[in-house]
């Protein structure tokens, strides 16, 4: 048996990272062919930093990724007290709005507020992608706060207010202390959409400015080049090294509190 | 805990501004000098990336902001929305004569394009753009037959070597519904862009019966199967098919004497450009031999451009992969559109033929 759920926890894992393996070893491959190994090089890593329009797109995605994440933490968090203090009716007619963008598909989303930008003669460019990342970010972020503020004690904020707290001071020392799992996990959902997006981009961005995803796919015509093997091999291992140190300053940093990233 | 998130989202916080205020490499922020930016949209990793810093190198006051897309269809929808000002573009051959048509091109004034001179004769007074007005080539290439010299003994000079029985299940065919049913269509000796439902129904009847001895129906993949040497042959791009060769000695490319397709991207003004002379001074740098050449090389499709091909290595022109002689050129033909009505009638024999 305990065997069996070896084996089980093993194919688990080389599902999950095979590709990623395969892309990391392709990265140093001679040959730009997919099928067959060329012999070791590390002149992708090279050609990479020297590539001025993967480069730039790089810049947008963190960018983008990171603004359009803060906002929506913001303004999903505010939406989410908002909607978690509303009487039954006008409640349940409000998260199906809230459910609405995050069923429907990204085409839809994508044409839609392209031509919204047009119609409103907003140029296509760097804000028409922030605000349509932004856009469909938001929902994630209040989907994933409204558990925590259910699970919330409701007498903790008036206790708060008795002791003579002002509201605003109540909500950021006594209630945004407790929904905290939520508003993080929320920012890294939507730091993680925003990052892999590629069709509502495509179709609200403009004038010269790329995300990754975009770069990358419209490659696909002369085959994608081993350069981006190498940038997701160094941005896979950026992200597990980031992964490691927090984990780990979570673990030595006092016994009573929770990693900072639960999801 | 509140203090390490504070601190966390400061960081990011800080991270975020400290990278908007430097500025990227390629976007707009930096020094905000009155520079006339020309929006580029390109085909992805379809120029050599220094041929456009040597245009701005030699015109200062010209900024050349890049952006990419994946297929015709997606450029299309996009400069037809008309949010972003492109000021060039290089669609293929049969997207060209569509945009003409719904108005979405600038006549180009070719007295700004003196290197127009260099585009060889064949490459003008095409169907899609009979009069020359609205587009300058760019690269062109073919449609053949990949194959490994190694498996296939007999030399390649038709597509009938296609529906050969010794060759069952080693054959990759297009996954494109006009490149595949155009093969059938020339074998048979009709033209490509044929419009007879009997003629149609003739192809869509010879693919069925060559179905069994088909390995896989692929576009991308196919490069890489032949690579691997786990086909004998495909039918692929010429583009392609340099791509392979290069990877594996044991691949030749070959054009049949049937004839087959050929197509164009070409440099367009899109109705969107606010600055047009701009755009044609770029258009005509890229038509400059030294320039061409260095996205000849860079990309490996063959050039329209006769300087260009007097500086190439003669050894990659008499290799004809690239560029097919004329007497192959002969039967080729460029896609058209055949109209709604006839369009419907490929999709269907399309299906009928990949359901089959």
């Known amino acids: ?263 | 805990m509140k203090k390490r998130i504070t601190a966390f989202t400061l960081l990011l916080l800080a991270v975020a501004v400290t990278l908007s205020a430097c500025g990227s490499p390629g976007s707009d922020s930096g020094e905000k000098t009155e520079k006339v930016v020309l929006n580029f949209f390109n085909w992805g990793d379809y120029i050599e990336e220094s041929v456009i810093e040597e245009f701005e190198a030699k015109y200062p006051h010209i900024r050349v902001n890049l952006e990419t897309y994946t297929t015709n269809e997606d450029m299309y929808v996009k400069i037809k929305s008309g949010g972003s000002d492109y000021d060039i573009a290089i669609p293929s051959d049969y997207m060209i004569k569509r945009m003409m048509d719904e108005g979405l091109l600038k006549e180009i004034n070719m007295d700004n394009i003196p290197n127009y001179k260099y585009i060889g004769d064949q490459f003008k007074n095409l169907s899609y753009d009979p009069e020359n007005k609205y587009s300058v080539p760019y690269l062109w290439g073919t449609v053949g037959i990949l194959y490994n010299k190694t498996m296939v003994t007999e030399p390649v000079d038709s597509w009938k070597i296609l529906w050969d029985e010794k060759y069952a299940k080693q054959i990759i065919m297009s996954d494109s519904e006009r490149d595949s049913i155009g093969v059938a269509l020339k074998m048979l000796g009709y033209s490509m862009n044929s419009k007879s439902i009997e003629e149609l129904e003739e192809a869509k009847q010879k693919l069925i019966e060559q179905k069994p001895l088909v390995l896989a129906y692929a576009v991308d993949e196919a490069k890489d199967m032949m690579i691997a040497e786990s086909a004998a042959m495909a039918v692929v791009w010429s583009g392609d098919a340099l791509i392979a060769m290069n990877e594996n000695e044991n691949l030749a490319y070959a054009i049949p004497k049937e004839g087959s397709n050929y197509w164009f991207d070409s440099m367009v003004i899109p109705h969107t450009c606010k600055h047009k002379e701009e755009a044609e001074l770029f258009i005509n740098f890229l038509c400059e031999p030294e320039m061409s050449l260095k996205n000849v090389n860079y990309i490996g499709y063959a050039t329209p451009n006769i300087e260009t091909m007097k500086l190439l290595d003669p050894d990659k022109i008499t290799n004809s992969t690239a560029y097919p002689t004329a007497e192959q050129l002969a039967n080729c033909e460029i896609f058209e559109y055949p109209g709604d009505e006839i369009n419907k009638v490929y999709n269907r024999i399309w299906t009928e033929i990949k359901a089959h």
């Open chain 1, 1 to 263: 048996m305990k065997a069996l759920k070896r084996i089980y926890l093993i194919i688990i894992f080389v599902f999950l990272y095979a590709p990623v393996l395969t892309l990391i070893v392709f990265s140093f491959n001679d040959s730009k062919s997919r099928g067959h190994w060329g012999g070791f090089t590390l002149k992708w890593y090279g050609q990479l930093f020297k590539d001025r329009q993967v480069m730039s797109s790089l810049y947008n995605t963190i960018i983008i990724a990171l603004l359009s994440a803060l906002v929506a933490t913001v303004a999903g968090t505010a939406a989410a007290v908002g909607i978690h203090s509303m009487k039954k009716v006008l409640k349940s007619f409000v998260m199906n709005l809230t459910y609405l963008p995050v069923v429907n598909p990204d085409i839809v989303t994508g044409i839609s507020l392209m031509i919204l930008f047009v119609f409103i003669k907003l140029d296509l460019g760097f804000t028409t992608l922030l605000l349509a990342h932004i856009t469909f970010n938001i929902p994630y972020v209040v989907l994933s706060v409204l558990p925590k503020l259910k699970q919330l004690n409701k007498h903790m904020y008036e206790a708060a207010l008795d002791l003579g707290a002002k509201p605003l001071y109540a909500f950021f020392r006594v209630i945004l202390p407790e929904i905290m799992p939520g508003v993080v996990t929320g920012f890294l959902l939507a730091f993680t959409l925003s990052l892999d997006d590629f069709i509502i981009s495509f179709f609200t961005t403009g004038s010269g400015v790329s995300t990754l995803s975009i770069t990358i796919y419209s490659m696909a015509r002369l085959g994608v080049s081993p350069k981006i093997n190498a940038l997701s091999a160094l941005m896979f291992i950026v992200v597990l090294v980031l992964l490691l140190i927090v984990n780990k300053r979570s673990a030595t940093n006092g016994r009573n509190e929770a990693p900072l990233i639960n999801i």
